[in-house]
């Protein structure tokens, strides 16, 4: 029998300047250091061009998108990319309800990997496939900034709170006017503390930035304003203390950046954050299951996460703020647990002990699914190629131009009709 190489095919937004973009370079990066043979597949440019030329060259392939871009992810994709392989899809989510119309295309895929034990008990309870954590790698690098880059926002002579959040990613998730406010309590008697909230995505979101803006104030700084990766790293690393008051993280990235760095940091004690975040290592607020209060775009009626307690809240940014002794110790702590569990080689490892197992028992794997998921595919892939004519035959409908001339159409047609009567009358 013919040795199979062990290498992976990434398919992903491989150049992407967001946060699926960011997520499967780290992957790659944690791959490479345990040198698995990769071939990356850029998923911007095949939806861009049918035409873009690309090959599954590996028998194990690794999905690296949104639940919200299978739909489109299928109808497009080369299917032999289910055909004798292995196809792992690498999920994030933030709530503990799925919807069902995002949930049925998941039993095309022989395994999910997600980041986190939390992640892992929402799948569970919808795909009845191997479901493997594999933790977002955390190595934070700096580089020297030029004068064009320097962000200047920290008082130096106030201690300084950080949160950094996307509009893309949910505002009412990422919870920042209750952050606001447990900080305003907090610290309403000193001038020596301040927070600075810095955001990008406003020129699309103007109502949730003005929104969140009315707030600011002379300790509350806001700024909405594109960095590369390197100046928000270096944000990070000027601050005293990084805090979210979130209500659910598939992950919580920039905390686990923020601890990298040896920062003292405060969080909702919920979701994928707890997968590195402890009492030893963390200020972790108290928190109790509820339904979402404003659903938006992304989060339906039916999400259920977490509201972090404010009183809670408010005794965490006190505690920060007040005891010096224990912000150095847990940062200490944080910074030692982040770089011994999430480096690039201990996330790659576990990669790669999970591709021998896959590698090593392909046969029996692919085996008892690949007929199945290849022929469901074809069928997902038909309904979906339906379902997009059928709302662009909808979207002709709309269409005022073309209404006109339906109706100009069915006039003549009539006119046509009356005067055959009439012929037929004389």
Same mark, same amino acid.
């Given at each position: 029998?013919?040795?199979?190489?062990?290498?992976?095919?990434?398919?992903?937004?491989t150049?992407?300047?967001?946060?699926?973009?960011?997520?499967?370079?780290l992957?790659?990066?944690?791959?490479?250091?345990?040198?698995?043979?990769?071939?990356?597949?850029n998923?911007?440019?095949?939806?861009?061009?049918p035409?873009?030329?690309?090959?599954?060259?590996?028998?194990?392939?690794?999905?690296?998108l949104?639940?919200?871009?299978?739909?489109t992810?299928i109808?497009?994709?080369?299917?032999?990319?289910?055909?004798?392989?292995?196809?792992?899809l690498?999920?994030?989510?933030?709530?503990?309800?799925?919807?069902?119309?995002?949930?049925?295309?998941?039993?095309?895929?022989?395994e999910?990997?997600?980041?986190?034990?939390?992640?892992?008990?929402?799948f569970?309870?919808?795909?009845?496939?191997?479901?493997?954590i594999?933790?977002?790698p955390?190595?934070v690098?700096l580089?020297p900034?030029?004068n064009?880059?320097?962000?200047?926002v920290?008082?130096?002579?106030?201690f300084?709170?950080l949160?950094?959040? &996307?509009y893309?990613?949910?505002?009412?998730?990422?919870?920042?006017l209750?952050?606001?406010?447990?900080?305003?309590?907090?610290?309403r008697?000193?001038?020596?503390v301040e927070?600075?909230?810095?955001?990008?995505g406003?020129?699309?979101?103007?109502?949730?930035?003005?929104?969140?803006?009315?707030?600011?104030?002379?300790?509350?700084?806001?700024?909405?304003v594109?960095?590369?990766?390197?100046?928000?790293?270096?944000?990070?690393?000027?601050?005293d203390?990084?805090v979210?008051?979130?209500?659910?993280?598939g992950?919580?990235?920039t905390?686990?950046?923020a601890?990298?760095?040896?920062?003292p940091?405060?969080?909702?004690?919920?979701?994928g954050?707890?997968?590195?975040?402890?009492?030893?290592?963390?200020?972790?607020?108290d928190?109790?299951?509820?339904?979402?209060?404003?659903?938006d775009?992304n989060?339906c009626?039916?999400t259920?996460?977490?509201?972090?307690?404010?009183?809670?809240?408010v005794k965490?940014?006190?505690?920060?703020?007040?005891?010096?002794?224990?912000?150095?110790?847990k940062?200490?702590?944080a910074e030692?647990?982040?770089?011994?569990?999430?480096?690039?080689?201990?996330?790659g490892?576990?990669?790669?002990?999970?591709?021998?197992?896959?590698?090593?028992?392909?046969?029996?794997?692919?085996e008892?699914q690949?007929?199945?998921?290849?022929?469901?595919?074809?069928?997902? &892939?038909?309904?979906?190629k339906?379902?997009q004519?059928?709302?662009?035959?909808?979207?002709?409908?709309?269409?005022?131009?073309i209404?006109?001339?339906?109706?100009?159409?069915?006039?003549?047609?009539?006119?046509?009709?009356?005067?055959?009567?009439?012929?037929?009358?004389?």
């Open positions: 029998m013919k040795t199979k190489i062990q290498g992976i095919n990434i398919i992903g937004y150049e992407g300047m967001f946060g699926l973009g960011e997520a499967v370079r992957n790659i990066n944690a791959a490479k250091k345990c040198d698995i043979p990769l071939n990356l597949i998923y911007e440019k095949i939806k861009s061009n035409d873009y030329p690309y090959s599954f060259n590996y028998d194990v392939n690794l999905i690296q949104s639940l919200k871009d299978l739909e992810f109808a497009i994709i080369d299917p032999n990319l289910f055909k004798n392989k292995y196809s792992i690498f999920l994030v989510w933030e709530s503990e309800y799925i919807a069902p119309a995002l949930a049925e295309n998941l039993t095309l895929f022989n999910i990997w997600t980041p986190s034990a939390y992640c892992k008990k929402i569970k309870k919808i795909y009845n496939n191997p479901i493997t594999v933790p977002h955390v190595e690098h580089t900034l030029s064009e880059q320097k962000l200047d920290f008082d130096k002579n106030k300084s709170f949160f950094l959040f &996307s893309h990613s949910s505002m009412e998730r990422k919870n920042p209750f952050l606001i406010e447990a900080f305003k309590t907090a610290f008697n000193t001038d020596s927070l600075i909230i810095k955001t990008v406003g020129k699309k979101y103007k109502k949730q930035r003005q929104r969140l803006e009315q707030y600011g104030c002379e300790n509350i700084k806001i700024y909405d594109e960095l590369d990766k390197n100046s928000v790293n270096h944000l990070i690393n000027t601050c203390s990084y979210s008051m979130h209500h659910s993280e992950f919580g990235l905390l686990a950046e601890m990298y760095l040896g920062k940091t405060v969080a909702t004690n919920y979701s954050n707890t997968e590195f975040m402890n009492k030893n290592n963390s200020f972790l607020i928190s109790k299951l509820s339904y979402i209060e404003n659903p775009r989060f009626p039916k259920l996460w977490a509201n972090p307690l404010f009183s809670d809240a965490k940014l006190k505690s920060v703020y007040e005891n010096r002794d224990l912000r150095t110790e940062a200490l702590n030692r647990y982040i770089k011994e569990k999430l480096s690039f080689y201990a996330i490892t576990i990669v790669k002990n999970r591709l021998n197992y896959i590698y090593a028992n392909f046969e029996n794997l692919v008892t690949n007929q199945h998921v290849y022929l469901l595919n074809q069928l997902q &892939s038909a309904r979906i339906n379902a004519l059928q709302r662009e035959i909808r979207r002709m409908h709309k269409n005022v131009m209404r006109f001339i339906l109706i100009l159409k069915n006039s003549v047609r009539k006119l046509k009709g009356k005067h055959k009567k009439q012929f037929i009358h004389v």
